[in-house]
């Protein structure tokens, strides 16, 4: 069970402006990990279901409409303990209602629980707040199952206001144990909805996910990057450009390469990260499909045109991993001879590097040159090491020193 904790949070359903749609078919209804509510066909067909659980979208919409001008109408914005339990018993029947509403009145349902739940984080909440969050969380489940990929689109996005949640007086043992549940519960079914047909879902889950304070949370979100369509992986690039401690640039640096949209993007993240425009183009280079490409970018590194690119000694560690062969072997190259790119320190990482190409490489080629310059390394350490201890020989000023 995961400590949830809790203070609000922004929803990025208006935070974030710049979640993308696209239209496609919609998509079968996600799957579902947690408590669902019970089956709500037998119950809209009884005789005396009232109009809320038969989905008379009329009636539901002039129900909406009346709780949003009582709400608009007082100046308080705290809910007295009987307004609670007639909201709880509205919400109850509109969760019986919800699959026979159309997808307007579905997603005016869940905007009024999400407006519930705000109204009971405010100061002052009434002290059975813990009843109206079960409701409230089967209307998210009724949206999040939805078939309409709107529905289930708005659904997500509000739910990002849930994560750091919390309710507005200070909760029982007991009732933070209930908080905690129904947290888990609905990021269970969110992240159910990155694996939605519909890109539309998996936008909103993305952006969603991304609110979320811990990164083993967030976390899941980041496998987006690799989604076949391009609003997904621009999503994630937008909304995981400031978490430096989940999405990295060497991540970011291979989307360079893909599609238009993605790149420019995919630019914008790195630069948000701090990378200059020299470290952009040398990691565009590093990461290029192209080998011919990738040994430009080394010889950049080998003459340092780029300038402010970074330490090349990184650059030369990120290439000798390079898939190719004779990339790896140019590595070799610039760092022997008598005037290398940059001088081994010994057991710095690009040393121990070479000690292992040395052992490892897949190339023989490769695995040879490491191996000479290793001990070409061994060697001019051993001549220093001798030259250092060498006593004074005859005739040197130092064997015969000269007397005041």
């Known amino acids: ?183 888990q519960t609905l990021y269970d079914q969110v992240i159910q909805c990155l694996k939605d047909e519909d890109p539309l879902v998996r936008v909103a889950a993305v952006a969603t996910l991304s609110t979320l304070p811990i990164d083993s949370l967030a976390a899941p979100a980041l496998e987006l990057l690799g989604d076949p369509e391009i609003a997904v992986r621009c999503q994630v690039l937008l909304s995981f450009a400031k978490r430096e401690s989940l999405l990295v640039p060497e991540q970011v640096l291979p989307l360079l390469h893909s599609d238009p949209e993605v790149a420019i993007q995919a630019r914008r993240t790195l630069t948000q990260m701090g990378l200059s425009e020299a470290q952009i183009q040398l990691g565009g280079l590093a990461y290029h499909p192209q080998a011919s490409q990738r040994l430009r970018g080394l010889d950049l590194v080998a003459t340092g045109a780029l300038g402010d690119s970074g330490d090349p000694e990184v650059w030369l560690l990120r290439f000798s991993r390079d898939p190719e062969a004779m990339v790896r072997l140019r590595v070799v190259e610039l760092l022997s001879g008598p005037d290398p790119v940059v001088t081994l320190r010994p057991g710095s990482e690009l040393a121990r590097r070479l000690d292992e190409m040395a052992m490892i490489d897949p190339a023989r080629e490769v695995r040879a040159a490491a191996r000479d310059l290793v001990a070409a390394r061994k060697t001019a350490a051993t001549d220093e090491d001798a030259t250092a201890w060498l006593p004074p020989l005859p005739g040197d000023r130092r064997f015969n020193p000269i007397a005041n």
């Open 1 to 183: 069970m995961i400590g949830w904790g809790g203070c609000g949070s922004s929803d990025p359903a208006t935070t974030d402006p710049r979640l993308r749609v696209q239209t496609t078919a919609p998509s079968a209804a996600v799957a579902h990990a947690g408590t669902t509510p019970a089956s709500t066909g037998p119950l809209a067909s009884r005789p005396d279901a009232t109009p809320l659980e038969r989905g008379d979208n009329q009636a539901i919409q002039q129900e909406l409409a009346r709780l949003k001008a009582k709400s608009a109408s007082s100046d308080r914005p705290v809910l007295f303990e009987t307004e609670v339990a007639q909201l709880v018993a509205i919400l109850n029947q509109l969760v019986v209602g919800f699959p026979h509403a159309d997808e307007e009145t579905r997603s005016a349902i869940v905007g009024l629980a999400r407006d519930l739940l705000i109204r009971l984080g405010a100061t002052d909440a009434p002290p059975d707040w813990a009843s109206a969050i079960k409701p409230i969380g089967a209307v998210y489940h009724a949206g999040l199952v939805s078939p309409s990929r709107q529905v289930r689109y708005a659904t997500v996005a509000s739910t990002g206001l849930c994560w750091e949640w919390y309710p507005g007086r200070t909760p029982l043992p007991i009732e933070e144990r209930i908080l905690n549940d129904w947290k």
